[in-house]
T-cell receptor, first 108, second 112 residues
Framework: QQPVQSPQAVILREGEDAVINCSSS?????VHWYRQKHGEAPVFLMI?????EQKGHDKISASFNEKKQQSSLYLTASQLSYSGTYFC?????????FGTGTSLTVIP | NAGVMQNPRHLVRRRGQEARLRCSPM?????VYWYRQLPEEGLKFMVY????????ESGMPKERFSAEFPKEGPSILRIQQVVRGDSAAYFC??????????FGEGSRLTVL
């Protein structure tokens, strides 16, 4: 039931790009993305609804392929502030599960 | 407009005692979720509640753990006869319908 994220961890230099993938075994109504910094609560980034939409703000965007039950988060020109653990959250209609998490570290 | 409020922020209990964690959702939110997080691990779903109803408790251990979200007052996660393995951060999140989840700051339980 828990969606699987890949990669588990990634280290980037400032300015590099990264892609985080989220895959579910169940049909999804929507996918959420959250970022959690160490010792803090998760913070909402964006939500994607059925329809294969793509969203983004600033240099962080995401896509949702409902047929494949997959979503990807794209971080371009990464900044130090992007460091944290990224979780996808999948909504099947009556259940909401977070993915396994991807630890992202941006170094100068 | 206050966010999701959790208390206590930190709780220390000895083995065998009870722990009660409270969560007041954001105003207008009727959906409450509880998650457990061990150090350096992800958020593990425990239970999803709407006012006076448990919608999904598939992530909650069958014994010692219970949750409620009464018509009035906060949602409560109750852990009876705590053991060392219950030590974790417990996060509550609320949402209006099936939209964005707003998280509380978490309650960190330490069992001695």
């Amino acid at each position: 039931q828990q969606p699987v994220q890949s990669p588990q961890a990634v280290i980037l230099r400032e300015g590099e790009d990264a892609v985080i993938n989220c895959s579910s075994s169940k049909a999804l109504y929507s996918v959420h993305w959250y970022r959690q910094k160490h010792g803090e609560a998760p913070v909402f980034l964006m939500i994607l609804l059925k329809g294969g939409e793509q969203k983004g703000h600033d240099k962080i965007s995401a896509s949702f392929n409902e047929k494949k039950q997959q979503s990807s988060l794209y971080l371009t020109a990464s900044q130090l502030s992007y460091s944290g653990t990224y979780f996808c959250g999948t909504d099947t209609g009556n259940q909401f599960y977070f993915g396994t998490g991807t630890s992202l570290t941006v170094i100068p | 407009n206050a966010g999701v409020m959790q208390n206590p922020r930190h709780l220390v209990r000895r083995r065998g005692q009870e722990a009660r964690l409270r969560c007041s959702p954001m105003k207008g939110h009727s959906h409450v979720y509880w998650y457990r997080q061990l150090p350096e691990e992800g958020l593990k779903f425990m239970v999803y509640l709407q006012k006076e109803n448990i919608i999904d408790e598939s992530g909650m251990p069958k014994e010692r753990f219970s949750a409620e979200f009464p018509k009035e007052g906060p949602s409560i996660l109750r852990i009876q006869q705590v053991v060392r393995g219950d030590s974790a951060a417990y996060f509550c999140a609320s949402s209006r319908d099936y939209g964005e989840l707003f998280f509380g700051e978490g309650s960190r339980l330490t069992v001695l």
